[in-house]
């Protein structure tokens, strides 16, 4: 089953990300490395969003929804319908189930597609205010490596 929305171009990522998961001594290094599950929220030129996740605590897998069923995001991306109620560390959203965050990140499709591409750094996103991360950065950053074996089979 296909990641993609056609809304989202980039959403084609994660379906690269996926594969790149596929294999078991990727997935095993990409779970033990980065021990945190990825929630991403996009936002289209027409300000549609869309959430994908990227488990890399559990299965090593990648879908729709900002975590798995039944499961927590540790980095969380936020969407306009998202409102937050902070309670501590345990966050009451739109959402029906409570989700543990380290951090939150903010980006546009066109900067992701970017980034999968290799053509703008996380860093560098982040330095010009395009990518907004709130909370644990470093948990963030876990992603880098799982990213840039996408980025060896991305064409967006």
């Given at each position: 089953m296909s990641l993609k929305n056609d809304a989202f171009p980039s959403s084609a990522a994660f379906d690269l990300i996926n594969g790149a998961l596929q294999n078991?001594?990727?997935r095993k290094d990409a779970v033990?490395?980065?021990k945190a599950i990825f929630g991403f929220t996009l936002k289209n030129t027409s300000g549609q969003t869309e959430s994908w996740h990227i488990d890399l605590k559990?299965?090593?897998?990648?879908?729709?929804g900002v975590a798995p069923e039944?499961?927590?995001?540790d980095v969380l991306g936020e969407t306009a319908q998202h409102r937050e109620y902070?309670?501590?560390?345990?966050?009451?959203?739109s959402y029906t189930d409570r989700r543990l965050l380290a951090a939150t990140l903010t980006l546009s499709d066109a900067d992701f597609a970017k980034m999968v591409d290799g053509k703008a750094k996380a860093q560098q996103l982040f330095m010009?205010?395009?990518l907004k991360i709130k909370g644990n950065m470093m948990k963030a950053t876990k992603l880098e490596p799982i990213m840039a074996k996408a980025q060896n089979k991305a064409k967006l």
């Open positions: 078991e001594a990727d033990n490395n980065a559990n299965k090593g897998s990648v879908g729709k039944g499961g927590k995001a902070m309670m501590g560390r345990v966050v009451m959203s010009a205010g395009k």
